[in-house]
């Protein structure tokens, strides 16, 4: 077990519809990392907050965006959604901002219909 | 200049025997180089992590081999088990000004051991 949450684990939705995913970091971590996994493109950046505030982005499309609540757990919204969004989303989580051990989530399998 | 390659896409090793699994980067401000074994329906889970300032580092079964004058990379399993049939990925990332950790993986190797 890695400590870290995600909710839901299945998110079944059709297309033009928004979904939240949730993630709640290690006890302790203040990074919290969203990464998207499919066959094409396997897993890829997407976005990091620490503390409450953004730090990174990657290859994020507009139509997503995320936040970092006060208790450190972070939201991943996924608006206007495509076929393509069909993936697995992770989150993972790490003590701070360098490079430290980054722990992952089992994640959530969004499927479009 | 952010790629991470890894090869081979898929790999079939026989019970104790060794599996070999490369990554090669061009980015030379890279400073730390994780592997990640992955099975069906979980997260990827954490083996073992390199900096470029160490050659080689072993833990239990698992080593990492680091070659920074080829920017190259790789884990080899030792004695491998049924058990340790799965998805392993590299990854690479850096330190710097903007202090992230954002971790840029390689496109995965699906290891098969046959008992």
């Known amino acids: 077990d890695s400590g870290v949450t995600q909710t839901p684990k299945h998110l079944i939705t059709a297309t033009g519809q928004r979904v939240t995913l949730r993630c709640s970091p290690r006890?302790?971590?203040?990074?919290v990392y969203w990464y998207q996994q499919s066959l094409d493109q396997g897993l890829q950046f997407l976005i990091q907050?620490?503390?409450?505030?953004?730090?990174a982005k990657g290859n994020i499309l507009e139509r997503f965006s995320a936040q970092q609540f006060p208790d450190l757990h972070s939201e991943l919204n996924l608006s206007s959604l495509e076929l393509g969004d069909s993936a697995l989303y992770f989150c993972?989580?790490?003590?701070?901002?360098?490079?430290?051990?980054?722990?992952f989530g089992d994640g959530t399998r969004l499927s479009i219909l | 200049q952010q790629q991470v390659k890894q090869s081979p896409q898929s790999l079939i090793v026989q019970k104790g025997g060794i599996s070999i699994i490369n990554c090669a980067y061009e980015?030379?401000?890279?400073?730390?180089f994780p592997w990640y074994q992955q099975f069906p329906g979980k997260g990827p889970a954490l083996l073992i992590a390199?900096?470029?300032?160490?050659s080689e580092k072993k833990e239990g079964r698992f080593t990492i081999s680091f070659n920074k004058s080829a920017k190259q990379f790789s884990l080899h399993i030792m004695d491998s088990q049924p058990g340790d049939s799965a998805t392993y990925f590299c990854?690479?990332?850096?330190?710097?000004?903007?202090?992230?950790?954002?971790?840029?993986f390689g496109q995965g190797t699906t290891l098969q051991v046959k008992p």
């Open positions: 993972a989580s790490s003590p701070g901002t360098q490079n430290q051990p980054q722990h």
């Open positions: 006890s302790g971590d203040l990074s």
């Open positions: 907050y620490y503390n409450g505030e953004e730090r």
């Open positions: 980015n030379t401000a890279f400073d730390y």
């Open positions: 390199i900096r470029p300032d160490v």
């Open positions: 990854a690479a990332s850096r330190d710097g000004s903007s202090n992230t950790g954002k971790l840029i």
